[in-house]
């Protein structure tokens, strides 16, 4: 009777025993699927974060270039800056930097984070992009006349023609002469272009940002445009010229021919009258702080080439130009008037504060003038190199 | 009586031995069948997540190399199976005079299907001449340019593989396809 009750109280006990590790087996077996499924998580997570911390680092250098676009002196943003959008937690920092030796590029350090820039958070993942860009050139001279203020050509019963053709293909004739003679103004004042005489200009009218095209130019019974006349987008800047090369003082030539060597000079004024003749050997830039009058016989750029001969006027003087032969050059005077009393033909472009012309003069833009960069305003800012973190290390 | 009943209990007959053992095989052939339908399908999905995994995995790796290169310095072959790329040196990316990516430092780089037959990708770097797995399982890799967009290359891989059973998964091709836009200039 002992015997068998011991042994059902046994059977009890292994029935408990076995029960023990069936549960204990079966947590096992669910700690491991647990633990397994865990980790593929946290896989999946910094895979997520990985290329969720790549498009931040992406976004800042895109938000970096939108930023230079309208400033570029934009240095970026050391501090965070969170980019949360519903499960896609993460941000960014950007630096943008310029180099000593080329005040045109831009070195931006773009850094993403998912889901912060907290190196201990959960699945935390960062990645840069290191770029170069460079700002494009604007050009200098884009209208065969331009003037903040106002155009007017020509007096009564004169005669005058605008037009274009580029010398980078030949000299200027004028059955093959373009039509890219452009005029323009910032002005939005009533009569800020005014065209006169039989003026014939073979490009477009454009006036400042906001303006009226019917009002704000004038064009009399005898004159043609054969373009068109619209508002500009933009109010276009040229700023006040400066130079680094020490003043010679006055040079003033009422006789005789003088030959200027390639190069830059710069002078307090500028006359040229009488039988003078000033005559470049080449590329030739010349700043003059004065009065600028080229009432002589000639003169003279290399090759006839507009290029060869660019005059920047620094000062707000009077520019009088009534030259009896033709004159291949440009000249860039933002700050100061234009005279243009003269009969010759101007080969080349004109910027000014306010442009007059009154003698039969003709203006032939020479389209290679674009080239010419405007040094103090930046275009668009554009990819010169470009770098990411990469999960293939080079060289492997 | 009651002991003496249990003494006289019969056993079963063979007959009805063989009834057993019959419907028993029958039922566990059954259960069998269900199980290994079921292992086969949870190999089926899991293969075929696997598949995708590797693919897409193999496609952002070669997407973002790509883009270290230039549009000039993209070949892709004439049949489209492989492509060779420059890749510019991380620590002198530049000339710090001009500015512009410093090629003469750069690494060609290498991808192509080739391997365990001929199913894996292989990314070689034909400057160190080393070469690494990307991905297997892969039964078709094709490049294709654009000549109206010079510096985007198309990659699509195909991918497939055979269960135990001999039965490829998926039963055509996974195509996967990618887009890299190349950055630098």
Known sequence: ?396 | MKILGKKGAKGFTVSELMIVVGLSSVVFMGVLAILRVGTEQSQLSQTKMLLQDTAREALYKMVQEIRQSAPSRITIAGNSASIQFAVPDPASLVSTTSYTVNWTGAHQIQYALGGAGNRQILRTDLATNRTSVLANDVTALQFTGDAAQPNVVTITISAQRNLTSGRPVPSAPLQLTAQAEVRNP
């Open chain 1, 1 to 396: 009777m002992d015997t068998k009750r011991r042994f059902r109280k046994d059977r009890k006990g292994f029935i408990l025993l076995t029960t023990y590790l069936i549960v204990t087996l079966v947590s096992l077996f669910s700690l491991a699927y647990f633990t397994r499924g865990n980790v593929f998580l946290q896989a999946s997570e910094r895979n997520r974060n990985k290329i969720v911390a790549f498009n931040m680092a992406e976004a800042a250098v895109d938000f970096a270039v939108r930023q230079l676009v309208s400033n570029p002196n934009y240095t970026g943003t050391a501090t965070f800056t969170p980019l949360n959008s519903g499960s896609a937690q993460g941000g960014y920092t950007v630096t943008v930097s310029t180099p000593l030796n080329n005040s045109r590029v831009r070195i931006i350090q773009a850094n993403g984070f998912a889901p912060d820039n907290n190196t201990v958070s959960r699945a935390y993942q960062a990645s840069s992009i290191t770029t170069y860009f460079e700002f494009s050139s604007n050009p200098l001279f884009n209208f065969a006349i331009f003037a903040a203020d106002s155009v007017n050509l020509t007096g009564s019963g004169r005669f005058a023609s605008v037009d274009s053709y580029d010398s980078r293909t030949g000299q200027y004739a004028s059955g093959s002469a373009t039509s890219n003679g452009d005029i323009g103004v910032n002005s939005i004042a009533a009569g800020s272009i005014t065209l006169g005489g039989q003026t014939i200009v073979k490009g477009d009218v454009l006036i400042g940002p906001g303006g009226n095209p019917s009002t704000a130019v004038t064009v009399g019974p005898n004159a043609t445009i054969t373009g068109t006349q619209s508002t500009s987008a933009i109010t276009y800047t040229h700023p006040t010229p400066s130079t680094s090369v020490p003043s010679s003082g006055a040079l003033e030539l009422t006789g005789g021919t003088t030959i200027l060597m390639p190069g830059t000079y710069h002078y307090s004024s500028l006359k040229v009258s009488g039988q003078g003749v000033l005559q470049a050997s080449g590329p030739v830039t010349i700043y003059v702080d004065g009065a600028v009058e080229l009432t002589g016989q000639s003169v003279v750029s290399q090759n006839n080439l507009p290029k060869n001969f660019l005059i920047y006027v620094i000062g707000s003087q009077t520019v009088t130009l009534a030259g009896q032969t033709d004159l291949y050059g440009a000249i860039y005077a933002p700050n100061a008037e234009v005279q243009n009393s003269g009969n010759a033909a101007v080969f080349g472009a004109v910027v000014a504060k306010k442009y007059t012309q009154t003698g039969n003069a003709s203006i032939h833009f020479d389209q290679a003038l674009t080239e010419v960069a405007n040094d103090q305003s930046l275009g668009t800012p554009r990819v010169r190199a470009w770098q990411e973190q990469n999960s293939l290390t080079w060289g492997t």
